[in-house]
């Protein structure tokens, strides 16, 4: 069977270990969401990519919840001692080099697929990896507020990352621009992965800055649109709460109920111009998606089995949408 996976960071990661887990030996590509990728320090750096690879590898530290295992910080005491900015972004040093050798291969002319892959060769995922794009695209959050020294609060756009990370996604956002997504391109393998697929699943990834970024792709929209195969979504959301991240932070920017009915019905019917068939809900939640055929089941990510249990039933499900 071929499966096709739109994912984030953390939630996607573990998401695909709960896939592989459930169909070994199928061909699994997932599509992961590039817009929080961010240049500090003079590097490259993939975070959601780079989650999905470690997870995968089972070289990831499971209590931070991203990053490698046993990692040191040298580098970046030594960075803070110099007074190099930013300091709010910490980059370990097993970490450094793995965007030592994106940036130089970027550097080189090779696109970003070429250099995932390359990474991949060595921490041998199980899954073919794929980023939504080669062409940069970079999310940023519209807020109010002073920085130091200033009098007054004033609206200015920063990256998604120093909104994430350096401000805990604390400023109320008022808008997300996905810089550069209207004229990007898919990825190669990125719309064959779609077209192909015998079903396409949505990790329980953040809808806006996860799987929403993806989705701006307009190709990538127009591929889950067409393509024969089922599209199932995983709803990230669990008694009105995000299972993992801030999703809460950002669904009110764009009009989203922080519910899994909310996130269902911005996604949409696909026969109503949406991109979905089926939509997975927690076990205690209920949704209405006019058009789309919800099923709940329980959706704590607690180890691989619990997750590959709800991969099977995604694919049940995706087997009666499909018919």
């Known amino acids: ?17 709960g896939v592989r887990t459930a169909c070994p030996g199928d061909d699994i590509t997932a599509i992961v969401n590039t817009g929080d990728d961010v240049t500090l320090h003079g590097l490259r750096i993939c975070p959601d990519l780079d989650s999905v690879m470690y997870t995968l590898a089972s070289v990831h530290d499971e209590q931070r919840g991203w990053g490698r295992r046993g990692e040191t910080w040298r580098i970046r005491d030594e960075l803070t001692t110099y007074g190099a900015q930013p300091t709010w972004f910490a980059l370990g040093d097993l970490d450094i080099a793995t965007h030592l050798v994106r940036t130089r291969m970027l550097d080189a002319g090779y696109p970003l697929s070429d250099v995932t892959a390359a990474l991949c060769r060595r921490w041998e995922p199980g899954v073919r990896l794929l980023p939504m794009s080669d062409d940069r695209v970079e999310t940023h959050v519209v807020v109010d507020y002073a920085e130091e020294g200033e009098p007054e609060p004033r609206r200015r756009a920063v990256h998604f990352q120093e909104w994430w990370v350096r401000h805990r996604a604390q400023l109320p956002a008022q808008a997300f621009v996905q810089v550069g997504v209207d004229d990007a391109q898919p990825a190669p393998g990125v719309l064959d992965a779609i077209t192909t697929a015998d079903v396409v699943l949505f990790a329980p990834s953040n809808p806006v800055v996860s799987i929403g970024t993806i989705l701006g792709l307009p190709e990538i929209r127009e591929a889950l649109t067409a393509t024969p195969a089922p599209v199932v979504g995983l709803s990230p959301i669990v008694s009105d709460k995000p299972v993992r991240g801030m999703a809460d932070a950002c669904l009110p920017a764009i009009g989203v109920p922080v519910s899994a009915e909310g996130v269902g019905r911005h996604y ?8 979905l068939d089926g939509w997975l809900v927690h076990a205690t939640d209920r949704a209405d998606v006019p058009g789309v055929e919800v099923r709940a089941t329980p959706l704590l990510m607690t180890d691989d089995e619990a997750t590959a249990a709800m991969v099977h039933v995604a694919l049940d499900l995706a087997k009666v949408v499909g018919q």
């Not at 953390?10 to 270990?17: D, K, S």
């Not at 949409?268 to 991109?275: C, H, L, N, P, T």
């Open 1 to 17: 069977m071929r499966i096709a996976v739109l994912a984030g960071g953390i939630g996607g990661a573990r998401f695909l270990r």
């Open 268 to 275: 949409g019917a696909r026969s109503q111009g949406g991109v």
